[in-house]
T-cell receptor
């Protein structure tokens, strides 16, 4: 069964802390997405990656294909980073419509 | 501005009633998706379409129907056969092998 597991489920941090959210998956993938969902419900796509590392501002996403694991890092966290972060993967052999989503990590950054 | 418009933001359904959720995009993307989000669960695919006049069932298509008569539009009908329709519904689009773009969502509740 193709599965996506995120950890931790909930995360509380103080402003300025370095944050790491993890995503593990069960079999080979062709792409992995990191998404951000704010309390209003809207979702923003942060990264799509299939190897290596990507950086945008204070956000960094890495993926280790051999270990079937990806991490999302937030440097110098801020209360506006408070959101649910979702990992989604497209498994090898899956159609472009068949992304599998993790349950999300709820991040709360306190001032 | 390019984007995805979902409407309405909130929708109430009476027992036995069909309701239709609207999704319009001006991003010129071929692929469009409908996802359902329940508390504590990952997003699940209802239907997707990769080209006009064609669509595919996702993991939870029972009780739902769609049409794709125009590239810009992908409406979702929640039929009376869907016995547990209360959820947050998200429409998304993408170019192949690129990031997803999401609408702001529709919260559907049962009266």
């Amino acid at each position: 069964k193709n599965e996506v597991e995120q950890s931790p489920q909930n995360l509380t941090a103080q402003e300025g802390e370095f944050i790491t959210i993890n995503c593990s998956y069960s079999v080979g993938i062709s792409a992995l997405h990191w998404l951000q969902q704010h309390p209003g419900g809207g979702i923003v796509s942060l990264f799509m990656l299939s190897s290596g590392k990507k950086k945008h501002g204070r956000l960094i996403a890495t993926i280790n294909i051999q270990e079937k694991h990806s991490s999302l890092h937030i440097t110098a966290s801020h209360p506006r980073d408070s959101a649910v972060y979702i990992c989604a993967v497209l498994f090898y052999g899956g159609s472009q419509g068949n992304l599998i989503f993790g349950k999300g990590t709820k991040l709360s950054v306190k001032p | 501005d390019g984007g995805i418009t979902q409407s309405p933001k909130y929708l109430f359904r009476k027992e036995g009633q069909n309701v239709t959720l609207s999704c319009e995009q001006n991003l010129n993307h071929d692929a469009m998706y409908w996802y359902r989000q329940d508390p504590g669960q990952g997003l699940r695919l209802i239907y997707y379409s990769q080209i006009v006049n064609d669509f595919q069932k996702g993991d939870i298509a029972e009780g739902y129907s769609v049409s794709r008569e125009k590239k810009e539009s992908f409406p979702l009908t929640v039929t009376s056969a869907q016995k547990n329709p209360t959820a947050f519904y998200l429409c998304a689009t993408r170019h192949p092998y690129e990031k997803l773009f999401f609408g702001s969502g529709t919260q559907l509740s049962v009266l």
